[in-house]
């Protein structure tokens, strides 16, 4: 199993530019979770989904971040235009999460480095 | 969702055994522990989870009293491959389609430093 897969692990950009971050899941999975870490705030979550839906984005820090999940293995999020208090490592994390069991786990990709200058 | 304590670092040296203690007072009946452990430029990565009493694993164990308020990680004769941050989280999964995971905040951790 490839685990979870994001691209790209580093993207340098300007402030004002669009970014757009890509996550595919461990295939069978059907819950998605984007993060986002930096040293004064830590690892927080911005958004999880279930079955591509979202189910609950109220970690999203503005209405310039927008994650979706056309499908059961990719999900992107979006910062548009993007601000240099944005830049982090963004984690995406997968589970197999199914009903009636709890104690969920979950299992995170590389990351993606994001620099905005 | 309960909000967990634990030190914020630890110090220890090849071969000793590790013991992480994170305090949840306020867990919920369904909630789970689960430890996780973050290496630079890494993602954090699932070590142990348990529900009540003990717990082990190729990797670690996991000690859980009674009154579930608190646990123990126990790393058996930890090496320099072992430094790395280890987080301890208090949750449960029947509530999240009420939003519950929107609190699933992984806190500062702890940084274990294994030296020679």
């Known amino acids: 199993d490839a685990g979870v897969i994001q691209s790209p692990r580093h993207e340098v950009t300007e402030m004002g530019q669009e970014v757009t971050l890509r996550c595919k899941p461990i295939?069978?999975?059907?819950?998605l979770f984007w993060y986002r870490q930096t040293m004064m705030r830590g690892l927080e979550l911005l958004i999880y989904?279930?079955?591509?839906?979202?189910?609950?984005d109220s970690g999203m820090p503005e209405d310039r971040f927008s994650a979706k999940m056309p499908n059961a293995s990719f999900s992107t999020l979006k910062i548009q235009p993007s601000e240099p208090r944005d830049s982090a490592v963004y984690f995406c994390?997968?589970?197999?999460?199914?009903?009636?069991?709890?104690?969920?786990?979950?299992?995170f990709g590389p990351g993606t480095r994001l620099t905005v200058l | 969702l309960a909000k967990t304590t634990q030190p914020i670092s630890m110090d220890s040296y090849e071969g000793q055994e590790v013991n992480i203690t994170c305090s949840h007072n306020n867990i919920a009946t369904n909630d789970y522990i689960t430890w996780y452990q973050q290496f630079p430029s890494q993602g954090p990565r699932f070590i142990i989870q348990?529900?009540?009493t003990k717990v082990t694993n190729e990797v670690a164990s996991l000690f859980i009293p009674a009154d579930r308020k608190s646990s123990t990680l126990s790393l058996p004769r930890v090496s320099l491959s072992d430094t790395a941050v280890y987080y301890c989280l208090v949750v449960g999964a029947s509530s999240m389609f009420s939003g519950g995971y929107n609190k699933l905040i992984f806190g500062a951790g702890t940084r274990l430093a294994v030296h020679p």
């Open positions: 295939s069978g999975h059907n819950s």
């Open positions: 994390a997968s589970s197999p999460w199914t009903s009636g069991r709890d104690g969920d786990t979950q299992y």
């Open positions: 348990g529900y009540k």
């Open positions: 989904f279930n079955n591509n839906v979202p189910i609950d």
